[in-house]
Structures are given as C-alpha cells and as structure tokens.
T-cell receptor, first 113, second 116 residues
Framework: KAGVTQTPRYLIKTRGQQVTLSCSPI?????VSWYQQTPGQGLQFLFE???????NKGNFPGRFSGRQFSNSRSEMNVSTLELGDSALYLC????????????FGPGTRLTVL | DQQVKQNSPSLSVQEGRISILNCDYT??????FLWYKKYPAEGPTFLIS?????DKNEDGRFTVFLNKSAKHLSLHIVPSQPGDSAVYFC???????????????FGQGTELSVKP
C-alpha cells in the first residue's frame, strides 16, 4: 500500500509570494491533517479535512488555507509569504476517526527568502 | 501556551540500556496519547499509543506509562538500539472532540541518541 505522498519536497519562495502544497493520502483514508514544524516549536496543527470539509483548525492566520478534493487529496495554500513561514510542512492521513492512527508524509521543506 | 511539553531536548543512552523519554501535559481533557518517532528527512512514524483508561501499554521493546494524576507520560525503550536514534514526539488529543477532527497537540520533541 502506497504511503502518504507530498509534492513538492522542496520549495524556495520570496516574501510576498504565495505557495500551494499538495498531499495525497493513503488509499481509503478520508481524513487529512496539516502540520507545520519549525525548530523549537515542534509540530503545530494547521487544519484537518474530512470529506471535503474543514473539520478543525489550529491557531494560524487566515493566510493559511486548504481544501480537500473528492478523492481525498488535499492542498494547502499560504498567501503573502513571510520569512517566518519557512518550515517543514507535514501532511498526515487517517481513516476517519479521531483516534485512528495518523500516517505522515515526508513533508515539504519551504524556504522563504 | 504549550499544552504538551517535553522538557528534555536531547537524551544520550548506551546501547542495551533503558531509554526513558518524558512528556507532561496541562489539559485535563486530553484522554488519548501517542508517541511518534521521526528520522531526518522523513515524516513522523507512529510508535505506540495509550488511552486514559489504561496506565500502561506495551509493544515489544516499547512501553508507555501514563500517570493521570501527575499529567505525565513516559516512553520506555528496553533495550535501546542504535537504530532507535531519532527525535521522539509525544502527542495528545481529546477524543471527546469527536467532530473536531484530528487535532493532535505535539510536544517539542526529544532527540534520542543511542551510542554503540
């Protein structure tokens, strides 16, 4: 069974630009969550999608948004990039329930110059 | 407001000995806890979990202990192996938020180094 895939793996952008990251969950998984990892902050929850609906949201500004398609693939968008947005962005998928194991992708390393 | 804390950023252990990684939480609504392991350039991998109705869960060399009164959990690895060297994250969630989705709250991580 293929794991969670994320594209692109690496990305360099400049301040003010916008970026879109993609996540393909494990087949059959309907929940997709996004996390931001920065040094010293651990992993911080961004949002979670289930059946094309945002089910939960973390404490991030409105510049961070996402969506989920009918095939459960998800995209995350960050507009008006800031230097502090440089981070590893991780996507995780799970079957559906809150306590179902989340399986993580390798992440997208975003660098904002 | 860090609801889940791992106060030791790093830990070094000799091969064959026990590794003990600690995690504290503040939110009494948390009732499900997980440990993830992360190698460089890879996403976190699920290791072991425990529900608040238990105080211990064991899986091979890995055992997680939960002390609800102290709001503390620990991961024991016995015996430690060089391949266990990685960053370990504890995470928590409140399963009562069923319709709130997969909001895992992670600690900052502890980097474990197992010396041969």
């Amino acid at each position: 069974k293929a794991g969670v895939t994320q594209t692109p793996r690496y990305l360099i952008k400049t301040r003010g630009q916008q970026v879109t990251l993609s996540c393909s969950p494990i087949s059959g998984h309907r929940s997709v969550s996004w996390y931001q990892q920065t040094p010293g902050q651990g992993l911080q929850f961004l949002f979670e999608y289930f059946s094309e609906t945002q089910r939960n949201k973390g404490n991030f500004p409105g510049r961070f948004s996402g969506r989920q398609f009918s095939n459960s693939r998800s995209e995350m968008n960050v507009s008006t990039l800031e230097l502090g947005d440089s981070a590893l962005y991780l996507c995780a998928s799970s079957l559906a329930q809150l306590t179902d194991t989340q399986y993580f992708g390798p992440g997208t390393r975003l660098t904002v110059l | 407001d860090q609801q889940v804390k791992q106060n030791s950023p790093s830990l070094s252990v000799q091969e064959g000995r026990i590794s003990i990684l600690n995690c504290d939480y503040t939110n009494s609504m948390f009732d499900y806890f997980l440990w993830y392991k992360k190698y460089p350039a890879e996403g976190p991998t699920f290791l072991i979990s425990i529900s608040s109705i238990k105080d211990k869960n064991e899986d091979g060399r890995f055992t997680v202990f939960l002390n609800k009164s102290a709001k503390h959990l620990s991961l024991h690895i016995v015996p430690s192996q060089p391949g266990d060297s990685a960053v370990y994250f504890c995470a928590a969630l409140a399963s009562g938020d069923y319709n709130q989705g997969g909001k895992l709250i992670f600690g900052q991580g502890t980097e474990l180094s197992v010396k041969p």
